[in-house]
Nanobody, 123 residues
Framework: QVQLVESGGGSVQSGGSLTLSCAVS????????MAWFRQAPGKQREGVAV????????FYADSVKGRFTISQDNAKTTVWLQMNSLKPDDTAMYYC????????????????WGQGTQVTVSS
């Protein structure tokens, strides 16, 4: 069993920055991959970024590429999402998730989820 707890959300103006953190605890497994998802009101949950914990390779949605960066510590107990040049369209609840399936961040591939942290970007 893996527990994920997000933090770091808040309200910022367009162009600002925020860093989200995901604390990973409980049982973890070899080859685990971590991702950030987001869900805006009235919209489907979408994958934002994924990091392969073994290789450190990353994947980003086109909408955030060049602005967001996903990273993790050496012990793989914390995952961050650095968000720069924030836009109002980035407003959403952001979720941390874990899977053993490598690839694009698809909701159906992820078993463990955090409770979410709200990010609001004003114009």
């Amino acid at each position: 069993q893996v527990q994920l707890v997000e933090s770091g959300g808040g309200s910022v103006q367009s162009g600002g920055s925020l860093t989200l953190s995901c604390a990973v605890s409980g049982h973890t497994y070899n080859g685990q991959h971590m991702a950030w998802f987001r869900q805006a009101p009235g919209k489907q949950r979408e994958g934002v970024a994924v990091i392969s914990t073994g290789r450190g390779s990353t994947f980003y949605a086109d909408s955030v590429k060049g602005r967001f960066t996903i990273s993790q510590d050496n012990a793989k107990t914390t995952v961050w999402l650095q968000m720069n040049s924030l836009k109002p369209d980035d407003t959403a609840m952001y979720y941390c998730a874990a899977t053993i399936i490598d690839g694009a961040p698809l909701v159906g591939r992820y078993k463990y989820w955090g409770q979410g942290t709200q990010v609001t970007v004003s114009s």
